[in-house]
């Protein structure tokens, strides 16, 4: 069996180098472990950003997974399919709307839901043609798409690919009177995460979200967001928009939605707001196929049986708790909702990079972002007892490198 080193040398000559991965090879996964090719076990405390919620190989939408592979996976939307009303159903009646829409990635799902707005804001609202405005956050991360980086304010995402999109305003995360003041008459939506993760697992004012919907209800803009990673019970609710009893007139969601199997996706809404929509205005040939169908619906199935909502909320105020107590000389802040925390550190004291190298050594998969934070973020279905693996682990290298 080849070592770790030889595959990663081999696969730097074939990939695009558009990632840089810590240097482990992975190949097999169960629950919330991981094996390498040299036998070596980890802890996934990442989970490939909210995309393993459920687990490595959870045995109910693998069983799922298999059925449906055997019978169809692949059909065209030229048809109708059997799963299709199954999951649809589901999804609507677990996030609190009306109809929804199938795509593939996170970010196929944030275009759509930019599109949807977007006719939305010219159809019904009358909005002259091709002056709707849609107001963003500073700090936001949606995907890596032309649309979506032509707003973002990270440059290292643009560098390099304009000209961008026009049609965005970008205003500070958490600021209600600067959203106040961006409104004008050609302003069509309002798109926020709850709680940015990609930033760090960047958490607003208490209160500001649902501030964001009385002013949109008001100003008569739409309030789309993404849940993409904090949705489907990551927080302790199954939307972190529940947490302040905001209903969104889109929620975009993905990655737990394919039960760690498969890239799905939706834009869930309204009626009003999704039935601008007629045939030919949007599609994908892959979007809403019946394997995915069939693993969406088992995997929501499973966030509900297993009560993954709670486990997440309990184990969170415990891993927080925990971290609080953690004495560290690189730790500046912690911060997070349910089992999604991140850690802030001292980059005068040591890199984030070289603490996740460090926890890797200690059999634990953890992943840095804009170079000064920490993710940790297990999978859902993690125990007590594992978790305290983990922390054990983490507390032991975050005291001392050696």
Not at 104 to 128: D, F, H, L, M, W
Request: aromatic share 6%; glycine share 8%.
């Amino acid at each position: 069996m080849p070592t770790n080193a030889e595959l990663i040398a081999r696969e730097d000559y074939v990939n695009a180098r558009n990632y840089n991965p810590i240097p482990v090879v992975i190949s097999r996964g169960e629950g919330v472990w991981l094996w390498d090719v040299e036998g070596k076990r980890y802890l996934d405390m990442l989970s490939a950003y909210s995309s393993i919620s459920h687990g490595y190989v959870h045995p109910r939408i693998l069983k799922a997974l298999t059925q449906q592979a055997a019978l169809v996976s692949v059909c065209s939307r030229a048809v109708h399919q059997d799963k299709m009303a199954d999951f649809l159903e589901t999804l609507c009646r677990v996030v609190g709307q009306d109809k929804a829409l199938m795509m593939n990635s996170g970010a196929e799902a944030v275009e759509t839901a930019i599109k949807v707005v977007r006719r939305y804001g010219y159809q019904v609202k009358g909005i002259p043609s091709n002056q709707a405005e849609i107001i963003v956050m500073s700090g936001n991360f949606h995907g890596r798409t032309m649309g979506i980086i032509s707003f973002s304010s990270d440059e290292s995402y643009k560098k390099d690919f304009g000209p961008f999109l026009p049609g965005f305003k970008i205003i500070p995360f958490g600021d209600i009177d600067a959203l106040k003041a961006a409104i004008t008459p050609n302003t069509c939506a309002v798109l926020t995460e709850p709680i940015q993760g990609e930033a760090g697992i960047i958490m607003p004012p208490d209160g500001w979200l649902k501030a964001v919907e009385t002013v949109c209800r008001a100003q008569n803009v739409l309030l789309v967001v993404d849940e993409i990673q904090s949705g489907l019970c990551r927080t302790g609710r199954m939307l972190a928009c529940d947490h302040e009893e905001v209903k969104p007139d889109i929620v975009i969601l993905g990655k737990a939605l394919g039960g760690g199997f498969l890239p799905v996706s939706a834009i869930a809404g309204k009626c009003a707001v999704i039935d601008v929509l007629d045939p030919g205005s949007h599609g994908s040939t892959f979007g809403g196929n019946p394997l995915a169908t069939a693993v969406g619906k088992e995997a929501l199935d499973v966030l509900i049986d297993e009560h993954l909502a709670k486990r997440s909320a309990e184990l969170g105020a415990y891993l927080l708790e925990r971290l609080h107590a953690m004495q560290s000389p690189y730790v500046t802040a912690i911060r997070g909702r349910g089992l999604w925390v991140g850690v802030d550190i001292d980059p005068n004291q040591i890199t984030a990079h070289d603490l996740c190298t460090a926890l890797m050594h200690k059999g634990v998969i953890a992943r840095q972002t804009h170079k000064v934070t920490i993710r940790l973020a297990p999978p859902l279905v993690i125990t007590k007892d594992e978790l305290d693996w983990a922390l054990k682990r983490i507390e032991k290298v975050f005291s001392t490198t050696t």
